[in-house]
């Protein structure tokens, strides 16, 4: 959709670089019209393309285009002369960059490549501007030094257009693609939280630097208690809503340092930086009464979790793989302890 509008963009800023005025005079307003269609065509895949397209901006850009074509038909008759409806179409088209430029620029200025368009984005707003005041202006007679620097100015922002449109749009889309596969290689699809592949990944660094710089951290392994029995009495759509109901639950209650990750089915693990025996009892405690006093909204279902804990001590070299060894045998005993409980591991 965005290289067609381009491609149409192209078409119709050529016919009326090549032909001359007298023969474009009646089709004037058509062909900039056609170029206002497109160029909304091409904000519109934009804005698909980031997230930031709804039926309110398509209303609103339906609306600038409206009132930029009922300008072109009233000026027409009133005032056939080229200039002003080439200011009518340069002010439309600054006017419709605006968005796209603060999606890029404020609202989601995530990537150095959305920053880098959005400020081209604010070229081509300036350039059609600039074209739009020295339409209406006259400044070309009345002033050549600021007249010739718009008309420069415009031939940029044209060059920038073409570019934003093909170069950019295929710039994009493809750091989107990169990003939603980062994400899927990086984060359990169901909850939303780590995988167990990113989570060994993030964790070994951590457990390494810990050791080396003499702090504590813990490591838990959770478990949703008769989680099998839940799927089989109220499905398996309830059982993934407790799953994402609990993943949400315990990550509101961890600190930003810390580590959450599904491990596969009900089991989770989490790494808690800096947390000594006293403060990892305390929070793995307090993860499993924030558990215990919910219930899944809507249904009235409630739930318990067991947690298997292990402490390492400040100095410590312990590899992730005896960690998990360790959790997972405080996790049985938790569950023979009949389950909804904290065991703690010590290391041996």
């Given at each position: 959709?965005?290289?067609?509008?381009?491609?149409?963009?192209?078409?119709?800023?050529?016919?009326?670089?090549?032909?001359?005025?007298?023969?474009?005079?009646?089709?004037?307003?058509?062909?900039?019209?056609?170029?206002?269609?497109?160029?909304?065509?091409?904000?519109?895949?934009?804005?698909?393309?980031?997230?930031?397209?709804?039926?309110?901006?398509?209303?609103?850009?339906?609306?600038?285009?409206?009132?930029?074509?009922?300008?072109?038909?009233?000026?027409?008759?009133?005032?056939?002369?080229?200039?002003?409806?080439?200011?009518?179409?340069?002010?439309?088209?600054?006017?419709?960059?605006?968005?796209?430029?603060?999606?890029?620029?404020?609202?989601?200025?995530?990537?150095?490549?959305?920053?880098?368009?959005?400020?081209?984005?604010?070229?081509?707003?300036?350039?059609?501007?600039?074209?739009?005041?020295?339409?209406?202006?006259?400044?070309?007679?009345?002033?050549?030094?600021?007249?010739?620097?718009?008309?420069?100015?415009?031939?940029?922002?044209?060059?920038?257009?073409?570019?934003?449109?093909?170069?950019?749009?295929?710039?994009?889309?493809?750091?989107?693609?990169y990003a939603e596969l980062?994400?899927?290689?990086?984060?359990?699809?169901?909850?939303?939280?780590?995988?167990?592949?990113?989570?060994?990944?993030?964790?070994?660094?951590?457990?390494?630097?810990?050791?080396?710089?003499?702090?504590?951290?813990?490591?838990?392994?959770?478990?949703?208690?008769?989680?099998?029995?839940?799927?089989?009495?109220?499905?398996?759509?309830?059982?993934?809503?407790?799953?994402?109901?609990?993943a949400g639950k315990i990550?509101?209650?961890?600190?930003?340092?810390?580590?959450?990750?599904?491990?596969?089915?009900?089991?989770?693990?989490?790494?808690?930086?800096?947390?000594?025996?006293?403060?990892?009892?305390?929070?793995?405690?307090?993860?499993?009464?924030?558990?215990?006093?919910?219930?899944l909204p809507g249904m009235?279902?409630?739930?318990?979790?067991?947690?298997?804990?292990?402490?390492?001590?400040?100095?410590?070299?312990?590899?992730?793989?005896?960690?998990?060894?360790?959790?997972?045998?405080?996790?049985?005993?938790?569950?023979?302890?009949?389950?909804?409980?904290?065991?703690?591991?010590?290391?041996?």
């Amino acid at each position: 959709m965005s290289v067609a509008s381009k491609l149409l963009q192209i078409l119709i800023l050529g016919l009326l670089l090549v032909l001359a005025p007298g023969h474009i005079r009646y089709i004037l307003p058509i062909f900039i019209m056609l170029y206002l269609a497109a160029a909304v065509t091409e904000a519109f895949s934009l804005l698909k393309l980031l997230g930031a397209y709804s039926e309110r901006v398509k209303e609103r850009y339906f609306t600038l285009v409206a009132i930029a074509g009922s300008g072109l038909i009233i000026l027409y008759p009133l005032l056939p002369s080229r200039p002003y409806f080439v200011a009518v179409a340069s002010l439309t088209g600054a006017f419709g960059g605006f968005y796209p430029a603060y999606v890029l620029l404020v609202k989601l200025k995530e990537t150095p490549l959305q920053k880098l368009i959005g400020v081209l984005y604010i070229v081509v707003i300036l350039s059609l501007l600039g074209k739009g005041i020295l339409a209406v202006g006259h400044l070309a007679e009345r002033a050549p030094a600021v007249g010739g620097f718009l008309q420069d100015l415009f031939y940029v922002g044209l060059y920038l257009q073409m570019l934003i449109g093909t170069a950019g749009f295929m710039l994009l889309m493809r750091e989107r693609s990169y990003a939603e596969l980062e994400r899927a290689a990086t984060y359990d699809e169901l909850t939303g939280i780590l995988n167990r592949r990113a989570f060994v990944q993030r964790a070994r660094p951590l457990i390494m630097g810990a050791a080396r710089h003499a702090v504590p951290y813990s490591f838990l392994l959770v478990d949703v208690d008769h989680f099998k029995s839940v799927n089989d009495s109220h499905g398996h759509d309830t059982g993934d809503r407790v799953l994402r109901h609990f993943a949400g639950k315990i990550a509101a209650e961890l600190d930003r340092g810390d580590l959450f990750g599904r491990f596969g089915g009900e089991e989770f693990a989490i790494l808690l930086h800096r947390a000594d025996e006293t403060a990892a009892e305390e929070i793995a405690e307090r993860l499993r009464r924030v558990v215990e006093a919910s219930a899944l909204p809507g249904m009235s279902l409630s739930y318990t979790i067991s947690l298997g804990l292990v402490t390492v001590q400040p100095g410590q070299r312990v590899p992730l793989n005896t960690l998990y060894r360790l959790s997972d045998k405080a996790l049985y005993e938790a569950k023979q302890q009949g389950r909804n409980c904290v065991v703690h591991c010590p290391l041996v």
